[in-house]
Nanobody
Framework: VQLVESGGGLVQPGGSLRLSCAAS????????MGWYRQAPGKQRELVATIDSGGSPNTVDSVKGRFTISRDNAKSTVYLQMNNLKPEDTAVYYC????????WGQGTQVTVSS
């Protein structure tokens, strides 16, 4: 199983990024997918999830700014991040979960002027 994140980088406050996570080795459509993040010195925290049926959920701190979506034909989950804030700075990780959970290697997002 491989989950490969991409799309991170350095962006100014108020800017946007779109993260992608390409999955292989699993029947993607059967899995709930999620995005988590971990800031320096902090625990990893949930950002957004989307179930196998395509129903999304985002945590309150990013609601209205971040959108999770999936393309089962491409075995890819996305996280569109708008109006980014310095406190969004973290390593963002992709997660695939059914009976077992799998993690990607993470992609760095830095929001700074």
């Amino acid at each position: 199983v491989q989950l490969v994140e991409s799309g991170g980088g350095l962006v100014q406050p108020g800017g946007s990024l779109r993260l992608s996570c390409a999955a292989s080795g699993i029947i993607f459509s059967n899995y709930a997918m999620g995005w988590y993040r971990q800031a320096p010195g902090k625990q990893r925290e949930l950002v957004a999830t989307i179930d196998s049926g395509g129903s999304p959920n985002t945590v309150d701190s990013v609601k209205g700014r971040f959108t999770i979506s999936r393309d089962n034909a491409k075995s890819t989950v996305y996280l569109q991040m708008n109006n980014l804030k310095p406190e969004d700075t973290a390593v963002y990780y992709c997660n695939a979960k059914r009976y077992l959970g799998y993690w990607g290697q993470g992609t760095q997002v830095t929001v700074s002027s």
